[in-house]
């Protein structure tokens, strides 16, 4: 994960070791102690702990072009380690928006005022959260669609006009989460990308939500021949960058 981009923190390292003591199919089926982390590092010199930074927003419009740079060489050098074809290129990205949103629009209004007049904004929207992918070849995935709540609603499915491959899900604040990234990642993903894929190897390129960063979706990933990589905003800049997601 780290030279994907990604450097777990401990708690996401004691959560792969619990994974493989599983997979093991030990008698043991206690978790691994608090200090086992810590141990394993002084243990293993090719291994430390640091700590991340915050980057400055200033800075970071500066060094923008370095920075992705270096990011696109990662991505070529872990195409070409796993021989991975451009058709079988994959960027995610989520983007949050609240319901019944004013956006601008054309008002009619006094002739004698200057500048853009202002609507007033209801301020009690809910925020819904829409899960989104593209193929470097320009097809996109059926989106995945979070709203508030605690259950589904009869009449989502009932409206005619939502496509039928399009998948809701729920949360208590409209916002992605672990378990429903792990359900896009099984339930759309996979049998979306499955057939279509030309080499052996699809690469998904991911921004730094932790619901991506769990041992869980890694592990899934390297089940399914799907190499993980992260995008310049986990390296530590997330400034003017938004051009690179899929909907940016």
Known sequence: MDRRGAAPRPSHVQDMANILL?????????????????NFIKRHDEHKTSYSR???????????????KEWFDLVQITMMQHGIAYEDVYNFDETGYAMGLIATAKVVTRADMYGRRQVIQPGNREWVTSIECVNSMGWVLPPCIIFKGSVHI????????????????VSPNGWT????????LQKVFIPETTSRTTGKYRL???????????????????????IPIWSIWTLGSRSDVEGLQPYG
Request: hydrophobic share 30%.
């Open 177 to 184: 989460s672990d378990q429903i990234g792990l359900r896009w």
């Open 54 to 68: 915050r980057y400055n927003y200033q800075r970071a419009k500066c060094e923008d072009p370095k920075i992705i």
């Open 154 to 169: 009869e009449g989502w499915y009932q409206d005619s006009k939502l496509p039928h491959n399009w998948r809701i899900e």
């Open 204 to 226: 998904l390129v991911l921004d730094g939500h932790g619901s991506h960063l769990t041992p869980e979706f890694d592990k899934i990933c390297s089940e399914n021949d799907i």
């Open 22 to 38: 599983a997979a093991r199919g030990s008698t043991n089926n206690q978790p691994i102690g608090k200090n086992w982390v810590s």
